[in-house]
């Protein structure tokens, strides 16, 4: 790991202050800057925020969220079920039985949950701020159609979900590698799960990297698996229900 990352990840992680109380407002925000964009606006998230890193911006909100900005990232792209995809599979239906609240954080078209509700998964749960792949997951995965899909913001959904709502959260990156580190992400998802986080991201990659051990750590979850897949972490944790 070369020590630009590690300083990146210290600055996440230790330098970073927490802006919780944005983001609870965060997709209203997303709303009204799109309808007030300019390309001064543009310009300065795209460049001065980076040197103002501790204050929260909407920029990759922006990206995500815009239905003209999916040539490179669009739904078609996480349609497959690839290898690494099949392995986290495998580790949901081994942490959980089919009725069990499993979330799918950050879910694009839902190709996981599809995965699931295959093998008789029965209370799915996604959340996503793409809303062109939301709206093509009923249409690609009819039988979605029962599950608890929304379309929001990760940050909002998190914030607004009640703490031990879900007996499984978990994650395909690159995903919460994306959420600006302005956000508690990893206190956020310990708080409203039951009993296990599985993330399969890139730890020392993409925008936002993290001393991401560390803080599962300080939020009292144990690491009980992990597996390297071709360059992504498979991390399984569990709730410690020790005091």
Not at 144 to 168: C, G, M
């Amino acid at each position: 790991m070369s020590l630009f990352i590690n300083i990146k990840k210290f600055k996440n992680t230790f330098l970073t202050p927490y802006h919780r109380y944005y983001y609870t407002q965060v997709d209203e925000r997303l709303k009204k800057s799109k309808e007030k964009s300019n390309k001064f606006i543009k310009i300065f998230y795209k460049y001065l925020s980076k040197f103002f890193w501790f204050i929260p911006t909407l920029e990759s909100h922006r990206y995500w969220n815009d239905p003209q900005e999916k040539i490179k990232h669009g739904y078609e792209k996480y349609l497959d079920m690839d290898d690494s995809a099949k392995t986290l599979i495998d580790e949901i239906s081994k942490r959980t039985n089919k009725k069990d609240k499993v979330l799918d954080l950050c879910c694009n078209v839902g190709r996981h949950l599809n995965a699931l509700n295959k093998i008789g998964y029965s209370n799915l749960f996604g959340v996503d701020i793409n809303n062109q792949a939301i709206q093509k997951m009923t249409t690609i995965y009819k039988n979605l159609n029962s599950a608890n899909i929304s379309y929001k913001s990760a940050e909002s959904y998190l914030i607004n979900t009640k703490d031990n709502f879900f007996d499984l959260i978990y994650t395909h990156g690159a995903t919460v590698e994306l959420i600006p580190a302005t956000f508690p992400i990893v206190n956020e998802v310990c708080r409203v799960t039951k009993n296990y986080v599985i993330f399969l991201i890139q730890e020392n990659g993409h925008a936002y990297p993290r001393f991401w051990r560390y803080e599962f750590k300080k939020n009292k979850m144990d690491l009980i698996y992990y597996k390297d897949c071709s360059g992504l972490s498979l991390l399984v944790y569990k709730k410690s229900f020790q005091s």
